[in-house]
């Protein structure tokens, strides 16, 4: 499909009016093609998506809680993710109280909604710990052939509707596993798991537990405790609120756990939890600016972890908790009140709407990407304090040119190691880039690679350009904008924030986890500064139409090309308005909010 996407920024819009009428369109070309389908984007079904519900365990009265299943259904989603709390199940040995989760299943399952269930959140009787009520919550670990059998009980009681069966939340979060998270002691639960649920449904799908894929440390450990064969699907959970998702780099989501599949054996990856808060909340005390920014964020997030190839996405969550404006329905008068629909619930219906059933094609941005380093003329590199590695030319693996750099590294302790080469000369940095990347030959090793920027108040950050991937390859790069976090704060006194100009002092590959212990080799090439205007157009098909899904952080006046005469034009909460083409362009006014341009390819 022969799309390209042109763009002109509007600075104020008078000027731009007049301008317009002066002299016509300005237009920035594309200065790459679009990249060839990813072969990890699979294509999505008729209801693709899915909601964090908690109707079992957060709406306390069941003869009404056909209220809450309704607003599921309109809201469009083909999937729930349901908890299943023992504690509230089985408070005693001798007790058991099915009536929550029987309803809400029940009501979900007559709506068409498949259910991710979590089996977690043991009473205090079934752990060893005795400082929780016998019969009330506990977060510590269970006694594993205990969780075992209720796992097989819940699987017996809801098989025949529910296939896939997610082990504990967050076994990684200190919140969620006490005294302090033990990837050991999980993974042993999980086998436990595994065999409670094939011995009830031998054709079930274990979902490991949703973990933070930005350190993966604790899955690493998983999978050497033997319990990789035991989960059949790979759970993260990629926070990157309050940051956007794009300037949160949420793109390299899934590139640390990547690294580990290649060493244990790939598995679908699914998001059963990402989400941004409309304000302030105890999970969240910034939260992003207001509702809107947060239904903006819901598609766009939606977007990029499909396109970084992650299977099923699960929004966090249905209602606003007390504290929490995570839902997509406001808290109201309470956990009763469904009556306000955020901006995010229409948001989200929009997106299941208009991408149901949609095969990925390719992204255009406009970003131009000038090289900064080639290591052609090799230069002078210096190793600094840590007897970790080299950094040499070599002709051997090259991206581009005939040169780039080879880094041997050894790790040899189980805390941090890391090895950092400095410049002689910091290479400066052209204008002011949204973004630096780098193109790195990966040896699948998880390990980071990270680049150090010196600003002109001499204040040196430090940048995560991702994890080093399998052998390929492969462009990591980071966004450099907004305030730097105080850990990356390398030296200088400022105000922490990138200011003009710009240098390149120093790559940087550090250990992950901090137990990593092994050496290798990896290939770099090509540091680029990538510029120009941020908008972002995700093509799509479906049938003989192409969609368009096209969104700018920053304002901007956009034309794509069309073959139709006219399109119709789905806005955020889908309202839709008929556009015709001129000369075979369709002018858009593109913003924060996505929008969905239907066409005929």
Known sequence: MANPFFLTTIRWKVIFICLALAIGWTTIEPTRAPAAPDSRVMPLDQAPFGLNTHLATRYFELETMHIPADVVAQAGTGWAREDIHWFRIQPTPDTWDWSFTDRAIALLIQRGISIVAVIGHPPGWATPYRGDAASGVSFYAPDPQRFAAFTE???????????HWEIWNEPDNPHFWKPAPDAAAYALLLKWAAYGVRRADPHARIVLGGINPFDTHFLRIVAEEGAWNTFDILAIHPYVSPTAPEAGNLAAATDGVRAIMQQYGERPIWVTEIGWS???????PIGVTNEQDQANYLVRATLILWRAGVERIFWYTLKDDPGNPYGIVAEGQGYGDYSRLKPAFYAFQALSRNL???EYVGMRDLFEHTTVINFENFGGWRRGDQPNGTLTPTESQVHGGRIAAQLNYTFTTNTNDYVVFRRDRGMLVPDRPYAIGMWVYG???GNLLKIWLRDGEGEVFQYTLGAVGPAGWRLLQTPIGGTVAPWDRISGDGNGRLDLPIRIEA??????????????TIYLDDIVAISGPEAYNMQLRRGNQAIDVVWAPTPLRASISSRAAQAQIADWNDVRASVTASSGRLI???GPAPQYVIHQR
């Open 278 to 284: 409309s304000g302030r909340g105890d999970r969240d």
């Open 153 to 163: 009980a819940v699987v017996r009681r809801y098989g025949g509707y529910v296939k």
């Open 588 to 590: 858009l006014n593109l």
């Open 443 to 445: 040896d699948g090793s």
């Open 356 to 358: 149901a059933g949609v």
């Open 507 to 520: 790559i940087v590959l550090d250990d992950q986890p901090d137990s990593f212990q092994g050496r290798g």
